[in-house]
Each structure stands twice: as structure tokens, then as C-alpha cells.
């Protein structure tokens, strides 16, 4: 009798400041935990779809998207696509997500649409025997009902950080919305962690950013910083993930570290639950 597989974690990746590599981020994150083995889905919940345009989905592919999904038009099953990445999926997102919030507010279960795709979705993985060990949800850069969706759904949130001067800024609105989430909606929602992104080694800035979040912070940063790094940037101009558009370049490797330190996490907070 062959072992089912268990069920994913989920990820919310999140920060209500925008430009600080989140998207960056869910893709890359999504692509190096494929390249070493795991089997990772990224949901766009962003209107954006920078995610989407990132793993090489043009918008007129898109037939069916998340806002389908919440919307409950289609099954999350349904609107997956594969990307050039073995391993690794994604679930993509139209403009039409825009509209979502006026349309589901009037709904009782508004904040759980995407936790009830999902857990769907994993029932019947389970029984295909072709389940997910990850899947990562790429929030849009507001803390509105999308995020709230997303944060719903997640066992942790995992916060971008850019190493500028207002870094810390705004962090404890969204520690504030996590503990709210948590206490209403989500009490399992952990702070999986904080990853520091756009680090320039040149800029004295960088650094001391770094020491102040990681004194602020503490064991919730990760050791992995990515760096400010022009082949990450590049890379989704030509719809690919920037370890397929450069694996050795600086910002791939980082990427590939946090991946690691991520399963290494998991393994820690499975021992303890132990």
C-alpha cells in the first residue's frame, strides 16, 4: 500500500509596503524549493499578476485565475498551470481581482474563500496520491480582504523586508493585522519569518538596516539576505524565475539558501510540535 502524501504548508508571503522583492520573492522562492525537490504551487492573489507574468504565463492564457477561484466559479485544481520549472506550479491572477472585495463583502465566509479552495484542492490531491509539499501565497502589497484571504489560509506568513531607511515602518501595522487574523480567524498563523531583500553592501545603510531589524526582530529574520542583484531584476522582463535566467548570479544562490533554511525551519517547528 503506497503512503499518501501530506498535506502542504502554506505560506502567505506579505508586506503592505510595495517594492520590497515580495513577488520577486514568491517566484524564486517557489522556483529553489522545486530545484531541490519539493513540489511548490504559487497562488497569485495579486491584481497585478507580476507573479503570473514572472513564471512565463501571458495574461492571454489566463482563461481561468484566482479571482475565478474565490469567486467560486472554479476550482483551484482547475486553474493551475504549469510553468518551465519542473515541480513547480502556479495559480494566476487577472485585474479582475480588483472588483473581488465588493463582490464577496456581503458573504459570510468572505475571509475563508481561498482556505476552503485550498483544503479542496488538497482533498483531492490526496486521493490522485499527486499532493503539494509547499504551496506560497503571493499577497498583494495592501492589508484588504485579499490578504485577509490569504493570511486565512496560511499556517505562516513569511514578510519581505527591503534594506532601506523605513524598513521597520509599517511592520507593526502587519504584525498587528497577523495577531488580529490570528485571534479571529486563523489561531494556528505563525511568523514562519522575515527575510531582509535588496541588500547593497556598498551602502552603509544596508548594514545598518540589517543590525536594526535583526535587533528588533531577532531569530525571526532569516540569516539569508538577498542582494540588490541586476539578473533578478532582468529576469522577469523574459517571463522566467532568475535561477532559470542565471543560476550562478549572486541573487539565485541567495534564493536557493533561503530555500534551505525555510525546510530547516519546518523541520524545527515539526520537532517541537513533535
Known sequence: MSMLPESPRVLALANQKGGVGKTTTAINLGTALAAIGE???????????????????????????????????????????????????????????????????????????????????????????????????????????????????????????????????????????????????????????IVLTMYDSRNNLSSQVVADVRETMGDAVYETIIPRNVRISEAPSYGKPALLYDLKCAGSQAYLRLASEIIQRERELRRIAA
Open 39 to 193: 513540489r511548490v504551487l504559487v497562488i497569485d492573489l495579486d491584481p497585478q499578476g507580476n507573479a503570473s507574468t514572472g513564471l512565463g504565463i501571458e495574461r492571454r492564457d489566463r482563461g481561468l485565475s484566482t479571482y475565478d477561484v474565490l469567486c467560486g466559479d472554479c476550482s483551484l485544481d482547475e486553474a493551475i498551470k504549469s510553468t518551465a520549472v519542473p515541480r513547480l506550479w502556479v495559480a494566476p491572477s487577472t485585474m479582475d481581482l480588483l472588483g473581488l472585495e465588493l463582490e464577496i463583502a456581503a458573504s459570510s465566509d468572505r475571509a475563508f474563500r481561498l482556505r476552503k479552495a485550498i483544503e479542496r484542492f488538497v482533498h483531492s490531491r490526496l486521493q490522485e496520491e499527486v499532493g503539494f509539499t509547499y504551496v506560497l501565497v503571493d499577497c498583494p502589497p495592501s492589508l484588504n480582504l485579499l490578504t485577509i484571504n490569504a493570511l486565512s489560509a496560511s499556517h505562516s506568513i513569511l514578510v519581505p523586508l527591503q534594506c532601506e531607511f523605513f524598513a521597520l515602518e509599517g511592520l507593526s501595522q502587519l504584525l498587528s493585522t497577523v495577531e488580529q487574523v490570528r485571534t479571529a480567524l486563523n489561531p494556528e498563523l505563525t511568523i514562519h519569518g
